[in-house]
């Protein structure tokens, strides 16, 4: 083997580790799908619509993925550093420059001569005007003595003409280092040509063959290589746009000094007339270029008019982009964020985590995660609860292991005869493996080149007869304490575990939501975790435990259960006209009402569990009250023990 280490064997403490540089790193985790839904379901649940709840996750981003507001944050940074670190008079200083030692130049060597004409110029250097702009005017008029002197006023000229051309074309001034008056000739004509060329498709004359000949023989000022006079116009015209922007950034003496100084371009005032008339044509064929604009640049490093035109589009470039990151306006899409853009502001990094974040939103609409609702809006979809209901019954059952260091969690039917055929196994299953299913799944995973010899996912489990079916019915207090006191997520999670748990689990088993709020209504699981907290007074028991009732009437050979999840007395009770009182504190007649519908219930034999949150002594004693009566139970669970509590008592409940 080569040796490619120049000679010895490298040891081990040779080699350093650290962060990848290069771009976006290549071994970086995947977007977590998952885990993108579970954010997306929270703010769902704590009343955000799926769409807000969408845009706030590209907002914010992912774990190890940055979100839209940061690099929002990131690019106004930068174009708060452009403008704090720069100013604009770069070529006025540097024309000063010139100017004061093209007068020392000259005053040195008229002090060598004698005579009154020395003299007479001396009296004429010193009745120049005292700004820069005239001054320099003047001069150009003045027959130099000092040859020093007249080349150094050649070099105001020739930076003052690479200046003016560097802000309308790209890299202008580089090209013209060692330009001879040959190369300024060749610019005049191009110039010419080009405004004859603009001149004619303002006209709607047909410039297909004028453009063809205009980039045969003036091509190389145009490195971006333009396939059209369109293509010409919008290149030009941001450069011009922001020309225009830098003179509207300096002070109202700065812009008199430049207009003065265009004037000794190459001293020729052909070139500003032909830029002036270049300028005047974009304008009138791009209106919709921002001209008036201007920036505040208050720094110590000072740009010539080339650089403080590229400035000025950047800043351009900048606020476009912050505008596209902000996704704020009408028919927004990451599609509109500019990457190439994006990449050159902010790095190669920048533009990967925008491209994973339209992956992701892309990947989250074609799994189906959301839904279009009958008025055009997005909505959970239920492959998306699903998921959700997932989670929340995942969380829930690490919970109940954790807490008796067993899985309480119990299969329909699980002591009955088997049926012949088996499912994967699922938390809580007790059911006998399936050996012959089990071992044939991993070896057809092993096949697939997977190493490990058994995996959880391979086992199955027999299914069994089912022998008994629940009729259950989860009351849950949608009332405004509910939302004020944090109680609404935790509230729609337990809602989504036991769903899970009794839609894959205990298929046969029929569970029906009920809200209650001033009244109370039979949901869908997706109206209870999109239904946002509206300020409504009002704990209408009495109207979910008739609906509960009326579903447990709906399967009369299944064991009722009824749970409830309340924060609060009851307030409000279904009039017998149809209308709903409210009362604070409960009014008799609401209590009466109450206990009506629950001794209905306890009539079925019904198993009614109440989980009360909070700490109030009264709405405690109260239920104590209700359950002594219908032979309950009482459960105070904290927030996040919830969930594990209503499912392990309906568990309880069944066995």
């Excluded at 909070?614 to 002594?628: H, I, N």
Aim: proline share 4%; charged share 30%; with cysteine.
């Amino acid at each position: 083997m080569a040796d490619l280490s120049g000679g010895r064997r490298r040891r081990a403490d040779d080699y350093s580790y650290g962060a990848y540089v290069d771009g976006p790193d290549p071994l970086a985790p995947p977007v977590d799908l998952r885990a993108a839904l579970d954010k997306i379901g929270k703010d769902v649940m704590e009343g955000s619509s799926p769409q807000q709840a969408l845009r706030e996750l590209l907002r914010q981003g992912m774990k190890n993925r940055r979100g839209l507001d940061d690099l929002a944050r990131k690019i106004w940074q930068k174009r708060r550093d452009l403008q704090r670190d720069n100013r604009l008079d770069g070529t006025l200083q540097e024309v000063r420059e010139l100017l004061a030692k093209a007068l020392g130049q000259e005053r040195e060597a008229l002090a060598r001569q004698q005579g009154d004409d020395a003299r007479f110029r001396e009296m004429e250097l010193d009745t120049l005007p005292g700004d820069t702009g005239g001054a320099v005017r003047e001069l150009g008029k003045y027959d130099w003595q000092s040859s020093d002197a007249r080349e150094t006023f050649q070099e105001i000229q020739n930076l003052l003409g690479k200046e003016m051309l560097d802000q309308r074309f790209a890299g202008m001034k580089q090209a013209l280092e060692n330009a001879t008056p040959e190369d300024t000739e060749r610019i005049r004509e191009m110039l010419d040509d080009l405004n004859a060329l603009l001149a004619a498709h303002a006209a709607g004359a047909e410039t297909a063959a004028q453009f063809g000949d205009f980039m045969s023989e003036h091509g190389e000022f145009f490195p971006e290589q333009p396939q059209n006079v369109e293509q010409l116009i919008d290149l030009l015209a941001a450069r011009s746009a922001a020309a225009q922007r830098m003179m509207n950034s300096m002070t109202p003496q700065q812009r008199a000094e430049l207009a003065q100084l265009s004037q000794q371009a190459f001293g020729d005032p052909r070139l500003a007339q032909s830029l002036s008339q270049l300028d005047s044509q974009l304008q009138g064929l791009r209106p919709g270029q921002d001209w008036s604009g201007s920036g505040r640049f208050d720094g110590d490093n000072p740009m010539g008019m080339g650089e403080g035109t590229r400035a000025l589009e950047q800043l351009g470039q900048l606020d476009s982009l912050a505008e596209q990151l902000s996704q704020s306006y009408p028919g927004a899409r990451l599609d509109d964020i500019d990457l190439d853009a994006l990449g050159d502001a902010l790095g190669d990094q920048a533009r990967a985590d925008v491209q994973e974040l339209a992956d992701l939103e892309r990947e989250l609409r074609d799994r189906g995660v959301f839904d279009r609702a009958d008025d055009g809006s997005l909505r959970l979809s239920p492959k998306a609860l699903r998921r959700l209901g997932e989670s929340a019954l995942k969380d829930v059952a690490d919970q109940i292991s954790g807490r008796r260091g067993e899985r309480e969690t119990r299969r329909s039917g699980a002591s009955g005869e088997p049926t012949g055929s088996t499912r994967p196994w699922a938390f809580g299953d007790t059911q006998a493996w399936s050996v012959p299913r089990t071992l044939l799944n991993a070896q057809l995973r092993r096949a697939g080149g997977d190493e490990n010899v058994l995996d959880v996912s391979d086992v199955e489990v027999i299914e069994t007869e089912q022998r008994t079916r629940a009729v259950v019915a989860l009351c849950v207090d949608t009332s405004w304490s509910m939302v004020q006191d944090g109680r609404w997520v935790p509230m729609k999670r337990t809602a989504l575990a036991l769903h899970q748990l009794i839609s894959t689990r205990f298929r046969g088993d029929a569970l029906q939501l009920i809200t209650f709020g001033r009244r109370a209504d039979k949901v869908e699981l997706g109206e209870l975790i999109g239904l946002e907290g509206a300020y409504v007074q009002g704990t209408n028991l009495q109207h979910a435990l008739m609906l509960a009732g009326d579903h447990l009437r709906s399967q009369p050979d299944a064991m009722p259960v009824v749970l409830v999840v309340t924060d609060g007395e009851p307030t409000a009770h279904l009039e017998p006209d149809g209308d709903f009182a409210f009362s604070y504190p409960p009014d008799p007649r609401t209590v009466r009402a109450t206990l009506v519908e629950l001794d209905k219930l306890a009539g079925r034999r019904a198993a009614i569990s109440f989980f009360v949150l909070g700490d109030d002594p009264r709405l405690a004693s109260f239920m104590d009250s209700l359950a002594r009566r219908c032979g309950g139970r009482v459960i105070a669970p904290d927030l996040d023990g919830l969930g594990a509590e209503v499912v392990a008592d309906y568990l309880r409940t069944r066995r």
